[in-house]
Antibody
Framework: QVQLQQWGAGLLKPSETLSLTCGVY????????WSWIRQPPGKGLEWIGD???????NNNPSLKSRVTISMDTSKNQFSLTLSSVTAADTAVYYC???????????WGQGTLVTVSS | QSALTQPASVSGSHGQSITISCTGT?????????VSWYQQHPGRAPKLLIY???NRPSGVSNRFSGSKSGNTASLTISGLQAEDEADYYC???????????FGSGTKVTVL
């Protein structure tokens, strides 16, 4: 059974850098893309970007310049950094496995990241 | 990259069927058969219900079905039950540049 467990800082000040990591337990790490998705409080889902084992990444154009997604295949982990955060980046951030094309079949538990001065 | 358009809310009585629409463009929904649907209960992570327009993952009830016509995809929930009360999101592949876009979300209420 595949499980995704995520962790990272939950409270940031404006201009700081968001950093989250997602660990993948069970199943193959190599055969999929791994995504980050966020959800502002009371709002809808927004895809942030993804990465595969070869290090190929895709990013949401609206966030592209601030987003870095990386991975550590030796630990079956992938990470998200989002620079220069503002209050608009306050959201629950999820990691997810991408099955085939753009189907997210396993999700992490979510991490609420609040940006406040 | 605009969100796909869904009705804000849909309601139905217990046992009835409801349909949620998801309207995009020829660059996303209309251009690819890569539409998926998710159910999200409050405080929980989304759950994949439908993938590739009309396929159900193992373990998902056959009361959930998907379809697509042109730039609009649809999710139908038949035999509506109390536990179906949740938020529902569609998602579509949007090409190599935009990659993926979600819908605006629909709150389903069981009367």
């Amino acid at each position: 059974q595949v499980q995704l467990q995520q962790w990272g800082a939950g409270l940031l000040k404006p201009s700081e850098t968001l950093s989250l990591t997602c660990g993948v337990y069970g199943g193959s790490f190599a055969d999929y893309y791994w995504s980050w998705i966020r959800q502002p409080p009371g709002k809808g889902l927004e895809w942030i970007g993804d990465i595969n084992q070869s290090g190929n990444t895709n990013n949401n154009p609206s966030l592209k310049s601030r987003v870095t997604i990386s991975m550590d295949t030796s630990k079956n982990q992938f990470s998200l950094t989002l620079s220069s955060v503002t209050a608009a980046d306050t959201a629950v951030y999820y990691c997810a496995r991408e099955y085939a094309v753009a189907n997210f079949d396993y999700w992490g538990q979510g991490t609420l990241v609040t940006v406040s001065s | 990259q605009s969100a796909l358009t869904q009705p804000a809310s849909v309601s139905g009585s217990h046992g009835q069927s409801i349909t949620i629409s998801c309207t995009g463009t020829s660059s996303d929904v209309g251009g690819y058969n890569f539409v998926s649907w998710y159910q999200q209960h409050p405080g929980r992570a989304p759950k994949l219900l439908i993938y590739d327009v009309n396929n159900r993952p193992s373990g998902v009830s056959n009361r959930f079905s998907g379809s697509k016509s042109g730039n609009t995809a649809s999710l139908t929930i038949s035999g509506l039950q109390a536990e179906d009360e949740a938020d529902y999101y569609c998602s579509s592949f949007a090409g190599s540049s935009n990659h993926n876009v979600f819908g605006s979300g629909t709150k389903v209420t069981v009367l």
